[in-house]
Structures are given as C-alpha cells and as structure tokens.
C-alpha cells in the first residue's frame, strides 16, 4: 500500500513538473561530480584534471538522467505530455478544422450533458437537507385502477407513530386558498396543509420564527401559518417584524408564526404552509380529501424494508377491509422519484427517459465520424511525417495514441464549452418549465451535478476515440512502408480517400437534407400554430385573460350535488357581481367569458351535421367547439355575417342554440347556408348522442380565417358564467392593462375573498405554453441541422482540399500542356460532384416521404405546395452549400502553375 | 583481477538500502559509504547509483529530503523507510542464505561426497 502512495506520489510530482524533476537530477549529479572532484584535488590532482577524472569515473551525465527518468517511470508520461502539447499547437495550426469540431462536438457532448443533468434532475433530485437520502414518498396504488388512489387520510392516521421502519411520517393536502394582505391584494398562493412532521423531517431551520409543531395540528390551536420566502419578500415587504402578525387566507385568518428560507420549499413548488389538523378520530377508508404522504426511514432501515412493512400491513387491511383495501398496494420510493412516477412500476419510465441519451451519443457518433473524416484528410497531410516515424520504429500504438491525444484535446475544449453552453440552455429549459408550472421544485439548481460532468468526460473520450483512433488506423496501416516508398520517390501516392469516408459524406449529405425539410416543416407548423397566419382579429395586448373559480373549502361537509348547487350558485353571484363592477371601472372597455378564450385550444368534438351524413365521415366532422357568454363576439369584435347573435334568453338550460364561424361554412357546408341548419355532437363510447342543435347565426373568423382546416372550424353555444367550466374571462382594457390587471385583484377581492383569479396574464400570451414543446424539439433539430450542414460543407471542402493537394503534380503538368482550366476543375473534382449527387439523391428520396406525410397536417389547403417547397428548398440549400465548399479548393487547383507540380513531385 | 570485484546484479540495492540504514546520506556520501564498508572491495559506476535511487525512492523503499550539505551546498538527502528497513532484512537474509551455500558448496571436499 505505502509502494503505491509512494508511486502515486512520484508520479504526481512528475505530472506537475517535469522540468523540476529533470533539473533537480542534473543538480543532484553535479554536486555528486563537484565533489568527487573536491576528493581528486585533495588527493593532488590538478583542478582540471580533477574535474576530468570525476566527469568519466561518474559516466555520462544525460544517460543516467535517462535512466532516472525511466526509473521514476516519467518517459511514457513525457511522450504524453509532448503529445498534448502538440494537440494544442494543432487546436492552433488548423483553425478551420478546429472551429467545425468544436462546433459540433460541443453540441452533441453539451446537449448529451445538459439532457442527462436534467433527466437527473427530474427523477433523482437531491432535496437539499441533511439525511435526505432517508426521505421517502409513499403511494398507494389502486392496482385495479392502475392509479394511485390520493385518498388516503384513514391510512395516514393508521400508520403514523405506528410504522416501525419509517420513524417520521408527514402529510400533505394542497390548499387552494388566496392569500389576501392589508393592502387589500388577494392573490392565489401555493401553500398546503401539512403535518408539522415535516418540518422535522426537512431539518432546514426558519430564517425568522419556528416551523409549524405538533401542537398547532391539534384541533382548537390557534391558527398559525408558516411563509416561504418569496411570499415574504414579494406580498410582506420582507417586513423583519412579521412574526405575530396576521394574514387572511380567503376567509380566515391567520397568525405567522415563522418565515422559512428560500431553499425550502416542500412539498415541491410551495410556499405557504398551514397544519393540518388530523386528530385521532375514525376516517372512512379511501374517502376524504387527496393526501399525500412521505417520511424519513429509520436509521439504518431500506426501503425495501420499508416496503416489506407497508406491503404486510396493506395485506392485512385488504383482509379486514375487503370492499375498499382489496386492491390497494402502498409503494414505497426517494422522495423526488415518488413524486414524478406516473406508474406503479416505473422502470419501463427511467429506461424511455434515460434512453434518450442514445439520441445524444448517436449525434456525438454521427458529428465524430464526420470530424474523423476531416482528421483524415489533415493527418494525410501528414502522410510523410507518419512514414518517417514508423520507419524509425515508432510503434502502431505510439503513433495511434499521439494522434489520440490530439483529438483528446480538441474534444476536452469541445466538453468545456458543451458544458458552459448546456448550462445556459438547462437554465432556459428550466425557465420555460417554471413558467408553464408557476414555480420550479425546490431542490433544482443551476448547479452541475458531478455525475454530468463525468458523463461529460466519458463523452469527451468516446469523441476522442472516433476522431483520432480511427483516422490513426486507417493512416498506420500495413502500407504505410508502400507510401514511405512513394513519399521519396517520384510518385504521387500515399493516403487514398477510400471507400469509407466517402460513405460518411454521402451519408452526411442525405442526413442534412432530411434534416433541413424536417426542419422545415416543423418550423412552419410552429409558425402555423403559433399565429404566424393566425393571428388574432382583435388587439389581444389589450386585453386580460383569467381564470376564475372560488374556494371549496367552504362546502367540504355536503354531498357532491349540494355541493355542486352551492358552488353554482356563489359563482353566479360573485361573477355576476364582478361583471358589474367591471362594467362601472373606467379603465375597463368590456368584459365577457367563456369555456376558451380566443387563442387557447378549444375542446375537439365530433358532431354530425343534418342534411350532410352522407359526406361527412361515420365518426362525424371533427371541429372545435367551446360554451361562451352573450356579448362574447362583441368584446372580440366578431362581426355578424348571417342570423342572430346570442341573446339572454339562450342562456336558458335547454336552449339548443349555436353559432359557427365563417370556416364552418366555407370549409365544411362548402359555402352552403348554414343558419336554420341542426347539428349535434355525435355518440361519444357508449354515451347517447347530444341534443339536435340549431344554428342561429353565423360570425366572422376570431383569428385569422387564412388557409384553415375545416377541424379549426368553431362551433359555439351559449352557456351562463356558473354552468361555463372552466370559466376564462376577459377583459378588455382602455389603457394600462398592468393597472388593469391589479385593479382586478383588488375588486375580486372585495367581492369575496375566495375567488382565485388564476391563470391571469394578457391574451396575447395566452396559448404559448403549449408550444413550448414544438419549440424546443424544432429548435434542437435546427440545431442538429446546422451542425450537419456545417459538417457536410467541411466534409466537402476536406474532400476537395484532399484532391487538389494529392493531385497538384497532374494538375500542374495538364496546365504545362495547355489544358483549359475549367476542364481541370471539372475533371479533379468530378468524383466529389458524383458523391454530392449520390447524397442530395440519396437524402431527397426520404426527405419528399416524410414531408409529403406531414404535409397535410401542417398545412390544409396547400400542404402538398408546402411539402415541395420545403423538400426542394433543403435540396438546394444543401446543394449551394456543398458548392461553396467547393469554391476554395477549385481556385487553389486554377492557380497551380506548373512550377508547382515540380515542386510537389 | 585485484583486490576488486565486478558488482553482482541486484547487490547494489542492497547495498543502498545498507548505507542509509546507518544515517541520512546524500548520493555522493552513498557512494563513500559503500566504498567504506566494503573497504573498497567492490567497483560500482558512479552515475549508475542515481537511477538505482530513483528507482528504491519510486518503490517506497527509501524517501529523500533537500538539504544543505557540510560544504553548505544543496543536496539531496535520502532515509530508509520503514518499508526499505523490512526489504533490506529480508534481502540481507537471502543474501546471507545464498552466500553460506555458496561457501559451503565451493568448500566442499572430494572426502564430502
């Protein structure tokens, strides 16, 4: 053990530096050859000759500084060092090469990063408490339903103080309730009741105050509440003295009695805690209110010892409680994965998740291959250099691993900026994902866990491998003496672009093809979607969007149709109250509501339309239909083509009334009348068909009526603001929608402090979050293709530069014999023109397919103009790209003179 | 041949595994050392004790320091560790056991037989 330290540490020391080693032997030998020359003068000898005798008697001073380096074990890492040092000087050498490489190895290696890093981040995040890998999330799955059944209050009660293996047991209820402070704000709050369990099970101390404690759960404790920080700091002022003070949440109130840092946010996105207060009494078994539950495994127990417990206990209860317990099955999991798993078993999940990687390594395997065929073409250039060497006795190996580390360096450059940018793009990612839920789960950071940054390096090798070993191989072969052979005589032989590399630029070529149309596509059918052609007929900047509902807390008590009617009736009241204070607020122009709001995504529905069964499919019209308010054409500026509008009346329950837009008639009735006609939804798995509806009127277009399908046809029916679920409201504002948009807080607020107006930002920016996806896939792929066309042109222009060096002594004597020029050009580079055909062919044949199939679904009415456009566009791109490539290379074979050639040769 | 005899291979080890078992000592003074306890008797090339030093240092065996020699110039001082004291038993014992078949094998009379 002590010989390997003491290895280690010779080695350590020769890593760092070498030169020091080196100069602390020739030091340590002089001294030794000084005094032996000090013990020659004692014995008479004259200065010089003393210094003689002691120079031969020591022996030569460079071979046993050899040999101590050899016995220090320093020369194979010397060999390393020098062969790095010429990777760098190589990084510098051949810019061009160098930028392509980097360009797509960090690419593949930053997207194969920041894909892990987030996939981690996902499933195996670290809360960030001390013993949190004891932190487990309990489930208990209905295996008849295959869901987890969330009622689970009566085991909660059962198993808390009881469980042997899990010694702290804390649950949680979600509390949709407004947080309502003296200035008169009510905003909705992501708080939950929760045990105070889990404050001692999180271990993270308050920032001001104490956490919540088990005398709070009791029933008849003062209410308390315990703040995260951003609730402090955005709705308190950050006020030091808040403890003690009161908050409502909708209609109580309630005492802060802590205030807790902004690292902490259990259960996940949450920030506002309450106790919740389970007393020991009989609760029905998978009844109540949804509650989740987790807990901190006793000191040294597993989970699966966790499991066993809880899957004994659930066997007994299935036995006492058959009717409802039969199929229950409690899984235990670490936290964050319990959260995210969406199935029982969640293997067959990681494994899809976690296969997403192949992509990446593909990518990196895909750019490497590329980037070896350039290496190639470089390490060709070399040709002499490599046959000199293997002809003095370097080995296979030798040379394989110089070139190895050269491409080690490239790709170690290409991981540090892969991880620098994949980084930026987790932050971006993790900013869309806050956006879409609101709040980002606690335990994200923008930090990198180690884990990527090893994934980083082991890619980083594997790039390494492609790049350097296989060109080293293929340039050190059994015929390197052939070509020492030429490369002294007279013939221009050598490194040949075989058969392979031309494989992977033919193949490049047809990938960036089917890449770009792709592209192409997608990036129009985001466009499309996104309201590039859809956009709105109706300033929708002015206007404010927002969900409103109310607490329903209140009624817990009531059974689900009392409930209902209740619910019915206070939302009636209170939105038929805001709509009047609304209507008297003068910075507000008009209000309405509906079931969707221009932009968002309308509920798909069949329907069957009477007098046209016949040509309409047996699965009925798909269209998109949503329930609105009276004056909801009027707000939106919906102009009447033909009929009527709604009136109040129409609001009645039974009046089966609808009004379509005007792609309902063009597209489906092919311009036909439409009003007086009756349609109906069609029967729906089992259930009857809807009541015959008439259409009453028909409006213009709310968004763009260009190009649609007839599936974006609207059909709309009226409906009063209780029976409208969900209910979205807009509002119109005269000016400052900002103002407009707090103004609203306030007056909810005054109406009933439970109404939650969610969901509330301008129209305008309503429908983008469904986007995201398309987005960010059509953003990776246009990055994907950059880097194929990026490598295709180099690819091209290395295979060109490669012609033009090895045939510049034919080109040169052709030129002495008055050939034309252009027939040179045409000639030397007529193998590449061939391989560039045999790729655009190659790549053109499955780009048309593919875009021919989605074609339609992008674009309805000229979907096959798009597909073709998009198909020959990515051709030609890829073609005048190719050709560019092409250019450099051809001026260097125009310009070579004769002169040249016999330089060469 | 004189009074001198050609190093065996593998004895020089042992042979600076012994001088610095007595003391810290630096290359040079090794060398005197040897020189001393064999009285001369054995003949090594000077410049050759460096790599074998290296060599025992790399391997544990022995640890050096810099240092300021009598002469006050710098030097390199080399100790035996405890794991080179261990080896050097263990040699010195092998060593020992080869020498006395040696001699016992070269006393060997016709009479022994």
């Known amino acids: 053990m002590r010989s390997l330290f003491a290895n280690l540490r010779a080695f350590w020391r020769g890593l760092r530096r070498p030169s020091q080693v080196d100069a602390d032997m020739h030091d340590e030998m002089r001294f030794h050859i000084d005094m032996e020359a000090r013990r020659l003068q004692q014995r008479g000898f004259s200065d010089q000759e003393a210094a003689r005798q002691a120079a031969i008697a020591f022996g030569g001073v460079e071979k046993y500084r050899g040999a101590g380096r050899d016995a220090f074990g320093f020369t194979w890492m010397r060999g390393m060092s020098t062969d790095f040092r010429l990777g760098m000087r190589m990084l510098k050498k051949y810019p061009g090469l160098t930028v392509v ?224 317990d039969r ?143 296989i060109p080293a191989l293929k340039a050190t072969n059994a015929r390197v003496q052939d070509r020492l052979k030429q490369s002294t005589g007279a013939t221009s032989g050598g490194l040949k672009f075989g058969g392979v590399w031309t494989g992977v630029i033919v193949t490049q070529i047809a990938v960036t093809v089917i890449f ?10 985001a466009y499309v979607t996104k309201g590039g052609d859809r956009s709105r007929n109706f300033p929708a900047n002015q206007y404010v969007s927002l969900r409103l509902r109310l607490e329903p807390s209140d009624f817990d008590s009531v059974s689900p149709d009392q409930f209902d009617a209740a619910y019915r009736t206070r939302l009636r009241n209170t939105h038929a109250e805001f709509a009047r204070r609304m209507s008297i607020e003068p910075a507000i122009a008009g209000a309405t509501y509906g079931t969707r709001l221009p932009g968002m995504n309308f509920r798909e529905m069949f329907v069957e339309i009477e007098g046209r069964q016949a040509v309409t499919p047996s699965y009925g019209q798909f269209l998109h239909a949503g329930s609105v308010g009276v004056n909801y054409f009027d707000t939106f500026h919906s102009s009447l083509v033909a009929g009527r509008l709604f009136i109040e009346a129409d609001l009645a329950a039974n009046s089966n009334v609808a009004i379509v837009d005007q792609t309902f008639v063009t597209t489906i009735l092919k311009g036909q009348e439409a009003v007086g006609r009756h349609v109906r939804e069609m029967p729906q798995a089992g259930k009857a068909p809807g009541p015959w509806l008439e259409i009453v009127g028909v409006v213009t277009d709310l968004t763009d009526p260009t190009n649609k399908r007839p599936g974006e046809s609207l059909l709309f029916r009226p409906a009063a603001a209780e029976a409208t679920v969900p209910l979205y409201v807009a509002v119109r504002a005269r000016t ?123 674009a309805a009415t000229n979907g096959n103009e798009v597909a073709i456009a998009t198909c020959l566009a990515s051709l030609a791109l890829v073609a005048i790209v190719t050709a560019f490539a092409c250019v450099f290379p051809a001026r260097r074979a125009l310009r070579i003179q004769p002169i040249d050639a016999l330089k060469s040769i | 041949m004189g009074n001198t005899a050609e190093l065996l291979p593998g004895t020089l080890d042992l042979l600076i595994l012994k001088s610095v078992s007595l003391g810290k000592l630096h290359g040079y003074a090794v060398l005197l050392r040897i020189e001393q306890i064999t009285g001369g008797a054995l003949l090594i090339q000077q410049g050759a004790l460096y790599p074998a030093l290296y060599r025992l240092e790399r391997q544990g065996l022995i640890e050096s320091e810099w240092g300021v020699s009598d002469n006050n110039r710098r030097a390199k001082y080399y100790k035996l560790t405890t794991l080179g004291r261990q080896r050097m038993r263990d040699e010195a014992a092998s060593w020992n056991r080869l020498a006395e078949a040696m001699a016992a094998a070269l006393r060997a009379t016709s009479q022994e037989i």
């Open chain 1, 736 to 858: 400052d929608v900002a103002a407009v948009m707090s103004r609203l807080r306030v007056i909810a607020g005054e109406i009933d402090p439970s109404a939650r107006l969610t969901e509330m930002m301008t129209l305008d920016a309503v429908g983008d979050a469904d986007l995201v996806a398309l987005d960010f896939f059509a953003r990776l792929l246009a990055g994907v293709s950059m880097v194929a066309m990026v490598l295709a042109m180099a690819g091209v222009y290395a295979l060109m530069s490669f012609t033009v060096a090895r045939r510049t002594a034919e080109i040169g004597i052709r030129v002495a014999l008055g050939a034309n020029p252009r027939r040179i050009v045409t000639a030397t580079f007529a193998r590449a023109f061939t391989q560039v055909t045999i790729g655009l062919v190659l790549g053109g044949i499955p780009a048309a397919l593919i875009v021919a199939a989605i074609g339609p679904e992008v």
């Open chain 1, 516 to 525: 770009l149309a792709v592209v192409g596509m997608l990036g129009w059918s």
């Open chain 1, 327 to 469: 199929h229950l099955r409690p899984v235990v999991l670490p936290y964050v994965k319990s959260l995210w798993s969406a199935v029982e078993d969640s293997t067959m999940q990681l494994l899809v998740l976690y296969s997403g990687n192949v992509f990446f390594v593909g990518l990196l395997a895909l750019c490497g291959a590329n980037i070896a065929t350039l290496v190639f073409a470089r390490t060709a250039t070399r040709d002499v250099e490599i046959s000199v060497r293997t002809a003095l006795g370097a080995s296979r190996a030798r040379i394989a691993g110089q070139l190895f580390a050269e491409a080690l360096v490239l790709s170690s450059v290409a991981a540090i900026i892969g991880l620098t940018i994949g980084s930026f793009a987790l932050k971006w990612v993790k900013g869309v994902v806050a956006a879409g839920m609101g709040s980002l789960p606690f335990w994200w950071n923008d930090r990198l866990e180690p884990e990527t940054f090893l994934y980083a390096a082991a890619l980083a090798v594997c790039a390494a491998l492609i790049v350097g070993v």
């Open chain 1, 101 to 324: 490489a980097l360009f797509a190895l960090s690419l593949a290696i930053g997207a194969g990063s920041a894909y892990l890093e987030f996939v981690n981040d996902l499933i195996r995040g670290k809360l960030p408490f001390p013993e949190a890998d004891r932190i487990v999330g309990i489930q208990v799955w209905d295996q008849e339903s295959g869901d987890p059944d969330p009622r689970q209050t009566a085991n909660f009660v059962a198993w808390r103080g009881s469980l042997r293996s899990i010694e702290e047991l804390a649950a949680y209820r979600p509390l949709d309730r407004n947080l309502i402070t003296e200035d008169g704000r009510a905003e909705p709050v992501r708080g939950v009741e929760i045990s105070a369990a889990a404050f001692h099970i999180a271990q993270v101390p308050p920032l001001l105050g104490r956490p919540l404690q088990p005398e709070d759960e009791r029933a008849g404790a003062a209410p308390v509440v315990v703040i995260g920080y951003d609730v402090w700091t955005s709705r308190l002022g950050s006020d030091p003295d808040v403890i003690g003070k009161s908050i409502r949440l909708g209609k109580a109130s309630y005492t802060i009695v802590g205030v807790m840092p902004g690292h902490f946010g259990l259960p996940s996105t949450h920030s506002l805690w309450i106790p919740l207060q389970l007393n020991d009494a009989f609760y029905p078994r998978r009844d109540g209110p949804p509650t989740r539950m987790f807990g901190k495994l006793a000191p040294g127990v597993t989970i699966s010892t966790a499991q066993a417990e809880l899957t004994a206990l659930a066997a007994r209860a299935a036995a006492d409680f058959p009717a409802t």
